[in-house]
């Protein structure tokens, strides 16, 4: 099991009523987004958009650190924290951390009781080794830009390599060394997570 999914299983251990991770938000979108709210909920939220409504992300974006749902005070005119409630998201803690261009911020739920804050330091431990797991990398080298560009554009192997004036090894070199230094297992991954990071 990765670190990642061990972060997120203990995560779902301690939040009786599922939650929400939004790892490395970044242009409003994060790299990696894991929920586990009830359907219903999720639904509701999506249809509505609540995600550029919710007084709990408005609040993770403008402060790192952790509270509870209870102490929140920032309006709710769309009562998002209402209808969570009648959804059985009753009592939650939100945790943010990571730089303003990379925040990562998670949102526990239970339905009958709020969090101890035993139970909240928990919760940012784990949410602080999310965010270190899926840190993404800053920078690709440029060779391996330029090997990622050249399949990204259509071309194959041998003709990405002939382009470059290299052997068709040394181009698949190049092609491991940009998985490895992106944590992808695949070319196409690579290519992905490459594209979703901004560097290519």
Request: hydrophobic residues 45%.
């Amino acid at each position: 099991m990765s670190s990642l999914a061990k972060e997120f299983e203990a995560l779902g251990s301690l939040a009786p009523a599922g939650y929400s991770a939004g790892l490395h938000i970044r242009f409003a979108s994060p790299l990696i987004y894991v929920r586990t709210y009830n359907e219903a909920w999720t639904k509701i939220y999506d249809d509505n958009a609540f995600a550029l409504r919710d007084p709990l992300v408005f609040w993770g974006l403008g402060v790192k650190g952790h509270t509870r749902w209870s102490a929140i005070k920032l309006p709710d005119p769309f009562n998002i924290l209402g209808q969570a409630r009648s959804h059985g998201l009753v009592y939650g803690a939100v945790i943010s951390c990571g730089p303003i261009t990379s925040r990562t911020i998670v949102g526990v739920a239970h339905s009958e009781r709020e969090f101890t804050d035993e139970e909240i330091q928990r919760a940012v431990k784990i949410v602080h080794s999310l965010h270190a797991a899926a840190e993404p990398p800053t920078e690709l080298t440029p060779a391996q830009i330029e090997a990622l560009r050249l399949l990204a554009d259509g071309d194959r192997h041998a003709a990405a390599a002939a382009k470059l004036g290299i052997s068709e090894s040394a181009f698949k070199a190049r092609l491991q060394s940009a998985r490895v230094r992106l944590g992808a297992r695949t070319t196409a991954q690579a290519l992905k997570r490459a594209r979703e990071y901004q560097l290519l």
